[in-house]
């Protein structure tokens, strides 16, 4: 079964530093791996996706990277605002033999504070 | 594009008693999929429609959950009756394609469920 497990759990930092939020996954077959923000009372809002073949994804501040092999990713914030306070989400979209299903397995999410 | 609609935002219930929630995806997206979130947990995958057909309901809890996508659209997730343990946000996500995909899930901001 895929466990997937964020670390740290909370982190608090003041602003304009860089960051970095860490996923690891117990089981290397996935099919990708996706990272989401959520703020309080909402849903999730996707910011990469990383398929199993490419190595890392950029949008903007962010970067992320993935090693499939030792089933880890990290999440860089470049230049961190209080605008990216929020719970940040790990995922891994999981290969099962024969097909089927896809959906998604979560962490349970990195608590950001950006301190003004 | 209007993003995935989700009712009602919250729900206070009695334990024993029975409730459902409605999710209208974004419109053409094959895939939808209902998430449970505990408070500090990251969403747990209950069930994955493809049009209207069940993909997965592996981790449904099928005595008391039901779920159904009529014509491949709009979906209806039941508990009936609930249990104190079923106090968590209901997260319904959809995403254009079918079967294996790289396109990333869109999330609505989810129904707040309190059983008493």
């Known amino acids: 079964k895929q466990e997937v497990t964020q670390i740290p759990a909370a982190l608090s930092v003041p602003e304009g530093e860089n960051l970095v939020l860490n996923c690891s996954f117990t089981?290397?077959?996935?099919?990708?791996l996706q990272w989401f923000r959520q703020d309080p009372g909402k849903g999730l809002t996707s910011l990469l996706l990383?398929?199993?073949?490419?190595r890392e994804q950029t949008s903007g501040r962010l970067n992320a990277s993935l090693d499939k092999s030792s089933g880890r990713s990290t999440l860089y914030i470049a230049a961190s605002q209080p605008g990216d306070s929020a719970t940040y989400l790990c995922?891994?979209?999981?290969?099962?033999?024969?097909?089927?299903?896809?959906?998604?397995?979560f962490g349970k999410g990195t608590h950001l504070i950006i301190q003004p | 594009e209007a993003g995935v609609a989700q009712s009602p935002r919250y729900k206070i219930i009695e334990k024993r008693q029975s409730v459902a929630f409605w999710c209208n995806p974004i419109?053409?997206?094959?895939?939808l999929y209902w998430y449970q979130q505990i408070l500090g947990q990251g969403p747990k995958l209950l069930i994955q429609f493809q049009n209207n057909g069940v993909v997965d309901d592996s981790q449904l809890p099928k005595d008391r959950f039901s779920a159904e996508r009529l014509k491949g659209v709009d979906s209806t997730l039941k508990i009936q009756p609930a249990k104190l343990e079923d106090s968590a946000v209901y997260l319904c996500?959809?995403?254009?394609?079918?079967?294996?995909?790289?396109?990333?899930?869109?999330f609505g901001n989810g129904t707040r469920l309190t059983v008493t």
């Open positions: 996500a959809s995403s254009p394609t079918t079967g294996l995909n790289n396109s990333p899930l869109h």
């Open positions: 419109s053409g997206h094959a895939t």
């Open positions: 990383i398929q199993s073949s490419q």
């Open positions: 089981d290397s077959a996935i099919y990708n």
């Open positions: 995922a891994v979209n999981v290969m099962y033999s024969g097909g089927g299903a896809d959906g998604l397995t």
